[in-house]
């Protein structure tokens, strides 16, 4: 079964704990990480990529708070929001269903971590068919999700600092 690590921070921790994950899951001691759009081939935008590979990762922040995600084994999105901060304009504006009638943060966040596992953000959104998405509970306040591609069985861990 493959395993997903995740670590909620505080916003000004985001890169120890990129560094920090990155170092425990894949014994790469000299940690960089490049950007890769998907798109059009750039290293100034686009997803975060380990270079030299061993693992897919993803980040998301909102407010003071920083979600870290790495995967060994698939690619994964994040995403986090503050609760209630979406409406369902925004939803409309950036050509989102409303997922079932869901809060629209909820359908947001959804939404982003199925497209930053694809690679795209939200131009990327795909049938969800293809990934696994599990919403996470991290507080009253948070909306978290995190997707992975593809439909094995996948065991998520979740650590807050």
């Not at 909620?8 to 704990?17: F, I, K, N, Q, Y």
């Not at 504006?93 to 939404?111: F, H, Q, Y």
Request: with cysteine.
């Amino acid at each position: 079964m493959d395993s997903v690590h995740l670590r909620l921070v505080e916003r000004r921790d985001a890169a120890t704990a990129v560094h920090d994950l990155v170092v425990e899951f894949t014994r790469i001691e000299q940690v960089q990480i490049d950007r890769h759009c998907v798109r059009c081939g750039s290293g100034g935008h686009g997803r975060p990529v380990i270079r030299g590979g061993g693992a897919w990762l993803s980040l998301a922040r909102a407010g003071n708070y920083a979600l870290v995600g790495i995967c060994t084994n698939r690619p994964i999105g994040v995403d986090l929001e503050l609760a209630g901060s979406v409406v369902a304009a925004d939803l409309a504006a950036a050509d989102i269903d409303d997922l079932l009638g869901r809060e629209p943060t909820n359908s947001w966040v959804r939404a982003e971590a199925i497209g930053k596992a694809h690679g795209l953000g939200l131009q990327g959104i795909r049938e969800e068919a293809e990934v696994t998405v599990v919403a996470l509970d991290l507080g009253p306040d948070i909306v978290a999700g995190v997707a992975i591609v593809g439909l094995a069985p996948v065991k998520v861990e979740v650590s807050l600092s």
